[in-house]
């Protein structure tokens, strides 16, 4: 494109939105050029800031009119890329949409523009009495439609599901400015393909979410935590089991650390060690009720009974809630790897759940025999499949990509998820592969040319074309 | 198509599948000529059974080069039509693709061809001490493809989500006969877009679902069952906001009965009144726990403030499974509209929950105007904003489409959905638009042509090209 289209394109982009919500060059803030995925920032052609779905509409049909490229950003704390503006886009914050325009305690369910954070919609949440179902590190920053647009996880999805199984409605701005007012509130609404569904977890490249319905959950009226040794992988899963057996969807939470985790986040965080020995693994487990004490005695019994199974070697079961918030404090090491690795090689994959003891064991093996002296962490979400991986990049000779190649080889071995929850964005492009077929591949191309035959959506995320 | 090349594609199709799996013409058996929706049967060019997904794709690929339609067929039990045959299309039955190819009990996942009957789901489930989240009444007949292919409700939904939220994977097969193998049994998988949330719920109209991985759901080890009283909708709302307050998740069911369908249900079932008194709306309850005394013991506790709080007038717990299944009984009408309304006019709709008391009256109103002496029940999956309606055609001197007319009127008047739970097929094509826009249908079909561009997948139901 010349120059002269260049500049006719942002001036009109500026008469429509106005100065204030434009920015050009230069004058983009640096925050706007990345995100938490450590990609190499790229400054944008402009940074638009719309107030509106009416003002999201226009950028994009002044966008799709001068083809040129629209990069949707939320909270910018992605890990996999999949904000990072491309050359020559116009970045779309979404910050500046932050209403929370509606919250029904009756029904259950709340309407925000897609700029609100999470945070903003847990404490809305329980304003009203009740619980929004997603919960992760980045609450305060993150954005509602961010977490849409990744399908986000963290960790209430034992319980709750995904982002996906919050989200009732939504409202989406294609690529040529169409509005799809998607915000029916209704749990069950069989009329046709369901839209809604082809948004979520589309990383920005079908369309841009501008507002979103969301269901929210029964406030729990009591909560137990334990913390719980077993032997080996497959007695966690037998205590899982048990307890979802015995509390069956009031299993709130069931984590796995593997003893190289708990080790570091001991002297890392400066902890006392929650047990008086080592284990193998440790698992985290938050169950809901109605009240503490009995709820307690019950977990309590559940795990006495997994004892005598042999399926448990030691466990404690808090007594307050500052002693739970000190036994989930063992959980948060991964808040300080990038401080204490160098740097960290992080993995969110997901496996058969079955399989997960095993595969950890063959990454343990692997990387032993490759790189002997490596500072390897294994823990996750284990009740979801779920596992985190994190390598010190300083004890593998630096060699990063090496051991992400290693390690995905394994997950395609395993028959597992490249990503988890993290998402594609550019980080795991070259790795998608491994979890998708080629027919599959295809299917998502021709999906995205229907909904963006210019290719302007978030163009070179998840896939090339 | 001339007549020498339709002979061609026969003996093709009977050269690939064996003249077993293949009718053609007068000798395809009526059964596979319409389903349960009353459309006028329609007989296919031919009729193929296939047992296996390769055979499926060698079907699908000889109908492409042929450029012949397809119909899926499962068990035939849709009520909108959906799995009727198209003049010259091959219907294909997936009720050979009956296997239960595994059962983990131990990450409680089920996999099945698409043939398999929900009933055969749900007792493997039980079998695995586990239980699988969807029920409906054709569980006997009605097949898991199906159930996909509409997402299916029914009377789990309030606790374990529709049929979407049971599916962990799905094997596809398009219509140019490309398997999409999207089976791998992880509960999180964010690698590009969800493809088989796509399928979902598509009326077989973007493919052919040959396997299903399912995820099962803990058995509750105590149940409870209530009969409830409330004196207008409001307070039935309350209730159930009440017992999510205190149950949580584990309230199972919350079905709202209006009187008029409760004497009707007295009359057919010949069934004992099951309170001293009549009362504008009785609640079905289902609650889960450990323990079936202290179980009741609580929901007695819960419904007693309920009383005092004015939102219960009169109300019944079970203290047997027997006396729940009588209690239960009274949901049961449905099964007797076809020979008790001459014809019955049905409608599966979906509401915003607090509106559903609303929209019942204004019904009521409208048609106590226009046809006064009409019999009209309403009742439904209150918990999940689900109304079900049914007006006898003999009492509205036949007016079927103007009964229609009226009540999806109503429906897009209220921002409801014309389809709750059993799909658009051919019977609801024509009042999609009432909860659809322009702008979204528009999407739906640049979806559907990119995946089928030769429109050979269920042409003409859900919408016309």
Request: hydrophobic share 45%; charged share 20%; glycine share 10%.
């Amino acid at each position: 494109m010349s120059l002269p289209s260049i500049d006719s394109f942002l001036s009109a982009l500026q008469q429509q939105l106005g100065d204030a919500a434009v920015q050009t060059g230069a004058a983009v803030e640096a925050r706007f050029h990345t995100d938490w995925s450590g990609q190499p920032p790229v400054a944008p052609l402009a940074l638009v800031r719309p107030r509106s779905t009416e003002e999201v509409a226009a950028v994009l049909r002044l966008c799709h009119a001068h083809r040129i490229a629209v990069v949707p950003q939320g909270g910018l704390t992605g890990l996999a890329g999949g904000a990072v503006p491309v050359q020559g886009c116009v970045a779309l914050s979404l910050e500046r949409m932050n209403a929370m325009e509606a919250v029904d305690a009756r029904t259950g369910l709340v309407t925000v523009q897609a700029g609100v954070t999470l945070q903003a919609v847990q404490e809305a949440a329980v304003a009203a009495g009740m619980v929004f179902g997603v919960d992760l590190g980045a609450r305060g920053s993150c954005q509602i439609g961010g977490n849409v647009s990744t399908n986000a996880g963290g960790n209430g999805v034992l319980q709750h599901g995904m982002m996906r199984e919050q989200v009732l409605g939504l409202e989406v701005v294609l690529a040529d400015g169409t509005v799809l007012p998607m915000l029916r509130p209704m749990l069950k609404n069989n009329t046709g393909y369901d839209l809604k569904q082809f948004f979520i977890g589309a990383e920005g490249t079908l369309g841009v979410i501008t507002r979103v319905l969301l269901r929210l959950r029964p406030m729990p009226q009591a909560k137990a935590t334990a913390l719980v040794a077993v032997p080996h992988f497959d007695a966690a899963l037998a205590v899982l089991q048990r307890m979802q057996g015995r509390f069956g969807n009031s299993v709130a939470a069931f984590e796995l650390m593997w003893d190289s985790f708990v080790q570091a986040s001991i002297q890392w965080q400066k902890l006392q060690a929650p047990l008086a020995e080592r284990h193998p693994l440790l698992a985290l487990i938050d169950v809901d009720g109605k009240d503490e004490a009995s709820l307690r005695d019950a977990v309590e019994e559940a795990l006495g009974e997994a004892m005598e199974a042999g399926e448990v070697a030691d466990a404690v079961i808090a007594q307050s809630h500052t002693q739970a918030r000190t036994l989930w404090k063992l959980r948060e090491a991964p808040a300080e790897l990038n401080t204490q690795m160098h740097p960290p090689i992080n993995f969110d994959v997901s496996l058969p759940q079955a399989d997960i003891g095993r595969f950890a064991q063959a990454i343990q093996a692997d990387f032993d025999a490759r790189w002997p002296g490596h500072h390897t962490l294994f823990f996750g979400h284990v009740g979801d499949g779920n596992l985190h991986v994190s390598t010190d990049g300083a004890t593998v000779r630096g060699e990063c990509d090496a051991v992400e190649a290693a390690l995905y080889a394994q997950v395609e071995r395993f028959h597992g998820s490249v990503s988890a929850e993290h998402g594609i964005g550019l980080h795991k492009k070259p790795f998608l592969h491994a979890s998708r077929t080629p027919q599959e591949l295809a299917a998502m191309r021709a999906i995205k040319a229907a909904l963006d035959p210019l290719n302007l959506m978030n163009p070179g995320k998840v896939f090339d074309l």
